[in-house]
């Protein structure tokens, strides 16, 4: 199965974009590159995933390179409410997930 | 809005007891998992299910089994708790079989064994 290499933690300015790395460079051609998020206390929040293209929703955007060996979240205007860990997981043709340590990224007003 | 329910967010009990874990999701899912959380491991999957009867054992099985006798209601055992089994446990469910479809997790059981 795919694993996934995130830096352990990052920090960001409220109102400023965030870019948020993966490194997946045991991806197969048909694993999906899916992003989750997790607020204290809760469990993780689904955000985005992607195969080859870039995608947009209103949550965030993905960037995939070319080889999809790595991967970018981007959140255009970080909150507060932002302050979370986010996961990066590959999921195979099984449906099943596999999940690294995350990213904790923290907001600074 | 998907709803997954954990019927406890905070469990205590002791080293050998029979622990259950119950887990129900509201959409009509047939995937239902269940992850175990520790500090600096991530998320591992214990055991999944794509339908009624069915188990599948994920990365770490060992000392849990798993029931789903209904399609919204999926449950993790203890079989005899031990110290290490003292964690946080996360449900998820999905719809069908697509590769695609992302999880709903459940905001899970902090479980120890005293």
């Known amino acids: 199965d795919a694993k996934t290499t995130q830096p352990n933690s990052m920090e960001s300015n409220e109102e400023e974009p965030v870019h948020l790395p993966c490194n997946h460079s045991?991806?197969?051609?048909?694993?999906?590159i899916h992003w989750y998020r997790q607020l204290p206390s809760q469990g993780p929040e689904y955000v985005i995933h992607?195969?080859?293209s870039n995608v947009n929703n209103r949550m965030a955007s993905l960037a995939i390179a070319e080889d999809r060996k790595s991967s970018t979240l981007i959140l255009h205007r970080a909150t507060l409410r932002d302050a979370a860990v986010y996961y990066c997981?590959?999921?195979?043709?099984?449906?099943?997930?596999?999940f690294g340590g995350g990213t904790r990224l923290m907001v600074k007003p | 809005d998907v709803k997954v329910t954990q019927s406890s967010r905070y469990l205590v009990k002791r080293t050998g007891e029979k622990v259950f874990l119950e887990c129900v999701q509201d959409?009509?899912?047939?995937?239902m998992f269940w992850y175990r959380q520790d500090p600096g491991l991530g998320l591992r999957l214990i055991y999944f299910?794509?339908?009624?009867?069915?188990?599948e054992k994920g990365d770490i099985p060992e000392g849990y089994s798993v029931s789903r006798e209904k399609k919204e209601r999926f449950s993790l055992i203890l079989e005899s708790a031990s110290t290490n089994q003292t964690s946080m446990y996360l449900c998820?469910?999905?719809?069908?079989?697509?590769?695609?479809?992302?999880?709903?997790f459940g905001d899970g059981t902090r479980l120890s064994i005293l």
């Open positions: 045991t991806i197969s051609g048909t694993d999906y």
């Open positions: 997981t590959v999921n195979n043709a099984g449906n099943m997930l596999t």
């Open positions: 998820a469910s999905s719809p069908g079989t697509g590769i695609r479809q992302p999880q709903h």
């Open positions: 299910s794509y339908d009624v009867k069915m188990k």
């Open positions: 959409m009509d899912h047939e995937n």
């Open positions: 992607g195969l080859t």
